[in-house]
């Protein structure tokens, strides 16, 4: 499956993004999806990640209440709605996907398989 993320932006502390990534190539309300990001300096970290059917939902902590995942299988996208944004919010923000299997969503990078080339988050104090 090929992932494409954008919505990306520069946004100040307090601000609102949405972030969008489109999915093709293969059925995608098959997939998992996930939201992870990476600061300069530091390892790429979860975010957030919604089951195949969108039933089901986890957060990072560090985003949870803030943050909120979402997909729509006719458009073969899923989305991430970015609120109250924070300076140490900024990083670049890839979407990924797993096959979906009985073992459920899960948090971990290398669950995933399949991930997209990742969209700049900026926001400034």
């Known amino acids: 499956v090929q992932l494409q993320a954008s919505g990306g932006g520069l946004v100040q502390t307090g601000g609102s993004l949405r972030l969008s990534c489109a999915a093709s190539?293969?059925?995608?309300?098959?997939?998992?999806m996930g939201w992870f990001r990476q600061a300069p300096g530091k390892e790429r970290e979860f975010v957030a990640t919604?089951?195949?059917?969108?039933?089901?939902?986890y957060y990072a902590d560090s985003v949870k209440g803030r943050f909120t995942i979402s997909r729509d299988n006719a458009k073969n996208t899923v989305y991430l709605q970015m609120n109250s944004l924070k300076p140490e919010d900024t990083a670049v923000y890839y979407c990924?996907?797993?096959?979906?299997?009985?073992?459920?969503?899960?948090?971990?990078?290398?669950?995933?398989?399949?991930w997209g080339q990742g969209t700049q988050v900026t926001v400034s104090s």
């Open positions: 990924a996907a797993v096959q979906a299997s009985v073992a459920g969503i899960s948090p971990m990078r290398g669950d995933f398989d399949y």
């Open positions: 919604i089951s195949y059917n969108g039933g089901s939902t």
């Open positions: 190539g293969r059925t995608f309300s098959r997939y998992d």
